[in-house]
């Protein structure tokens, strides 16, 4: 596997954190009227109307340039160089004066030094949406179709959430009864969808690796994927939801993933060698070299013809195979992370007779590099009990992913997100293009004979 959904894979939804300063009015206290016998008049005059402060939100921005980085140190890795005024957000761990923030689908440490706080008008709060079963469901006792039932919901039944969610399980109160239910079999019932607010001509880039959505919600159907880097034109707002134009189509997707302006190394506009390799004055080994790069050089990227990318490098502009070039910069590997290997070990103890390998650490993507993802190979893949066994494998991971600390996987040229709990198209979805274009489609880059599974960098432990 060689990109990371910085769903965010990274790889769960991206949203902006508040503080909520409200004004509070103390309540008045009246003294009841003596009791009368006697009609009175009573004058009423009307007071003054007193305006309600403002609901505000308080974010945090950089106040330069600023390395996202890898831990809590100027010594490790960068992953990124956060633009100045970019908005992010604490997930609570410190580490003296470092933060581990979220910037679009990123996650990672910044020096506090360089951030600020601002108070700005909080969004109006919207009604809540409640549900409806559209079939007869069972109410389980945990999340996961081998729980216990509960009770058997009929058809038309109406729930509510109580916020808690595994994955595409959510847990309803129905009645007096609370329980989890698969979100598949429910609809909404009623509420108001944010009102949607114009935008003219702006460009915005999208941060990390993100999907659109058919509409302005993580369980509504996933479209095609933007990756980092791509220029979008934003068409309208609604909540913390953009409507955006791409190549691909339009759609929805977290304004948190969009940037005012292009992000630094991403795998839209750079290219990295991952072996030392001839810059050509044309698309074939036929046309003269200007040069050779040494592996793990950084190039602008142009456009690609036939196998080839026409690449600005040190050498002068010029033509490179794909096969020699990659969209991931080379980072050394690291040890496999704690709870990578108490994943491992889990599918190992479970499933280990389906197993013919696992791979964890090693150069090339993100996650492998980071010691963050495992690829467990399948046993006869192609053959129908190796496929079911696979399929087993895979399901027993969506179903105990926030235990295992699992952003997302990728089994039969299918990819599953814990962002919004879909399984949906990894190939033809627009995911993995940098495997296409470095070594093509075959069983091992479509994921038919292994399942990859990657843990959330701000779950695992460091």
Avoid: C
């Avoid at 009423?44 to 974010?59: G, H, L, M, N």
């Avoid at 590997?333 to 491992?344: D, E, G, K, V, Y």
């Amino acid at each position: 596997m060689g990109t990371q959904p910085l769903l965010s894979l990274r790889l769960a939804a991206a949203t902006f954190g508040a503080t909520m300063a409200v004004g509070a009015l103390a309540p008045a206290v009246m003294a009841a009227p003596a009791p009368s016998t006697s009609p009175q008049m009573h004058l009423v005059v009307a007071k003054k109307p007193v305006a309600p402060r403002a609901q505000t939100t308080t974010i945090i921005r950089t106040t330069a340039n600023l390395n996202l980085r890898q831990n809590p140190g100027a010594h490790f890795d960068s992953l990124a160089v956060l633009k100045k005024g970019t908005v992010v957000t604490r997930t609570g761990k410190s580490s003296g004066a470092w933060w581990e923030m979220r910037a679009g689908s990123r996650t990672g440490w910044v020096s506090s030094h360089y951030l600020a706080k601002s108070t700005v008008a909080a969004p109006a709060p919207q009604a809540a949406t409640g549900y409806r079963t559209n079939a007869n469901l069972n109410l389980r006792q945990h999340p996961g179709t081998h729980f216990k039932s509960l009770v058997v919901l009929a058809r038309g039944t109406a729930v509510a959430r109580t916020g808690k969610a595994s994955g595409a399980w959510w847990e309803v109160k129905a009645g007096s009864r609370t329980g989890w239910v698969s979100s598949h079999y429910l609809v909404k019932a009623s509420g108001q969808v944010p009102d949607s607010n114009p935008v003219t001509g702006a460009n915005r880039w999208v941060d990390g690796t993100q999907p659109m959505y058919a509409k302005a919600s993580l369980s509504s159907s996933r479209l095609s994927v933007q990756t980092d880097g791509t220029k979008v034109r934003l068409v309208k707002t609604a909540g913390n939801w953009s409507y955006i134009d791409t190549p691909a189509g339009q759609g929805w997707i977290p304004g948190s993933s969009l940037a005012t302006s292009e992000p630094n190394n991403n795998s839209t506009s750079y290219r990295w060698t991952a072996y030392a390799a001839n810059v050509r004055t044309g698309p074939s080994t036929s046309f003269s070299s200007l040069g050779i790069l040494p592996a793990n050089e950084k190039m602008a990227y142009l456009k690609t013809s036939d196998g080839w990318s026409q690449v600005k490098t040190t050498k002068g502009t010029g033509w490179i195979k794909n096969t020699l070039l990659t969209s991931v910069e080379y980072r050394a590997p690291q040890a496999l992370q704690p709870m990578t290997r108490a994943m491992i070990q889990d599918v190992q103890e479970r499933f280990g007779a389906g197993i013919s390998g696992v791979g964890g650490s090693r150069a090339g993507s993100i996650g492998h590099s980071s010691g963050l993802a495992a690829d467990f190979m399948i046993k006869d893949h192609s053959s129908a009990a190796g496929i079911k066994a696979g399929d087993r494998i895979a399901e027993y991971l969506v179903e105990n992913h926030e235990r295992l600390g699992i952003s997302y996987l990728i089994w039969r040229d299918k990819l599953w997100l814990a962002e919004d709990g879909q399984w949906g198209p990894y190939s033809t979805g627009g995911w993995g293009k940098h495997l296409e274009s470095s070594r093509g489609w075959n069983a091992t880059t479509l994921h038919m004979d292994h399942i990859h599974a990657e843990i959330s960098s701000a779950r695992a432990n460091k």
